[in-house]
């Protein structure tokens, strides 16, 4: 799987931006898909995942602020962000793996796309 993320910028505190994940190379609907980010000088973290069968799970400080979808017939899958907070900025990730592994760890997830920069302004 191939996955090509992308949507990031520059955004005033209280913003919104949609990151989108394409995907390509295998049947994209059999796999979780979810989001991690980096911020400088901090470990990459889990943000949101979508399971095979269309289960959320968010991040505490996701939670009621993003949300995650994904649209089979584009093989795309997107990260809705709202009310966005300076803390937001990270290089965000999408990444991909089968469906009976955790969606919610880095370990459960094969396949990873180049970054995509989230800059959060105050």
């Known amino acids: 799987v191939q996955l090509q993320a992308s949507g990031g910028g520059l955004v005033q505190s209280g913003g919104s931006l949609r990151l989108s994940c394409a995907a390509s190379?295998?049947?994209?609907?059999?796999?979780?898909m979810a989001w991690f980010r980096q911020a400088p000088g901090k470990e990459r973290e889990f943000v949101a995942g979508l399971t095979w069968t269309s289960s959320t799970n968010f991040a505490d400080s996701a939670k009621g602020r993003f949300t995650i979808s994904r649209d089979n017939a584009k093989n795309t899958v997107y990260l809705q962000m709202n009310s966005l907070k300076p803390e937001d900025t990270a290089v965000y990730y999408c990444a991909a793996g089968p469906s009976y592994k955790i969606a919610t760890m880095m370990s459960g997830m094969d396949y990873w796309g180049k970054g995509t920069l989230v800059t959060v302004s105050s």
């Open positions: 190379g295998r049947t994209f609907s059999n796999y979780n």
